[in-house]
C-alpha cells in the first residue's frame, strides 16, 4: 500500500482530503503544520509521496520542498503542492522549489487522483533504476576485483580476499564468477599419481 504525507494546516481541508485518500486505498500520515511535515519527510520510514499545504506554521510547503531536495537520495520522494496560490509565478516558484508537481484548490477528485498515480509510477521507476544500478555497480566491483592484482600463495596457490582469510582458487573463482569446476585429472598428474606407465606395462 502506497504511503502519502498529507501535511495541512487547516483541519477540514486536512479531513476531508485524508477521508478521500483512504477511499483511494492509500495510507494517510497527517502532520499539521511545517516542522512536523518535514521530520516526517526526513525520517528513515518517509512515505513516497508527500501532499504539502504551501501556507503552514512553521515551515511553508515549498521551504520543505527544497529541504528535501537538500538530502541526496537515490528514491527521492514525489511533493506534490497542493494550494489556493493560482499564479504562473507561483507555480514557477513552487517547481523550482523542488516540487514535482502542483495543484490549485478548488481541486477535482480526479485531477488529484491522476496526478497521485503519475506520482506512483515515477516512484516506481525510480526504485526500479535504483535497484538496477545497485546490481550493475555490484556487478562492477566484481570486474575490478578479478582484474586487479591477487594475492596468491606461491605452495598451495590459495587466493587472499579482502578480509585478510585465504581460500582455494577454484573456490574463490566460483564465488566471484558463474564458473563452476569439474574435477579431472591432466595425463601428467595420471602418470605421477597413478603409476600408469607401469600399469601399461
Known amino acids: 500500500m502506497t504511503r ?28 499539521s503544520e511545517g516542522i512536523e511535515a518535514l521530520d516526517i519527510m526526513l525520517s528513515p520510514q518517509r512515505p513516497s509521496i508527500a501532499i504539502l499545504d504551501w ?34 509565478d507561483d507555480v514557477v516558484t513552487g517547481l523550482v522549489a523542488g516540487a514535482n508537481d502542483y495543484i490549485t484548490k478548488p481541486f477535482f477528485n480526479a485531477e488529484l487522483k491522476a496526478r497521485i498515480d ?22 562492477l566491483d566484481h570486474i575490478k576485483v578479478l582484474q586487479g592484482i591477487l594475492p596468491i600463495c606461491m605452495h598451495c596457490h590459495k587466493i587472499r580476499t579482502d578480509d585478510e582469510s585465504w581460500h582455494r582458487l577454484e573456490l574463490y573463482i566460483e564465488n566471484n564468477t558463474d564458473a563452476q569446476f569439474s574435477h579431472g585429472l ?16
Not at 59 to 74: A, M, N, P, Q, S
Not at 125 to 136: G, T
Not at 191 to 197: A, D, G, M, T, V
Open 186 to 201: 591432466c595425463p601428467e598428474c595420471m602418470k605421477k599419481y597413478y603409476n600408469l606407465e607401469d600399469i601399461n606395462e
Open 55 to 88: 501556507i503552514m506554521p512553521g515551515l511553508e510547503g515549498t521551504e520543505i520542498c527544497r529541504k528535501i531536495r537538500e538530502v541526496k537520495t537515490d528514491n527521492p520522494p514525489y511533493l506534490i503542492l497542493l494550494t489556493s496560490k493560482d499564479s504562473k
Open 4 to 31: 502519502i504525507l498529507l501535511a495541512d494546516d487547516d483541519q477540514t481541508s486536512r479531513n476531508i482530503l485524508k477521508a478521500i485518500l483512504h477511499k483511494w486505498g492509500f495510507e494517510v500520515i497527517v502532520a
Open 118 to 139: 503519475v506520482g506512483r509510477q515515477v516512484v516506481n521507476l525510480q526504485n526500479a533504476l535504483s535497484s538496477r544500478v545497485s546490481e550493475l555497480q555490484h556487478a
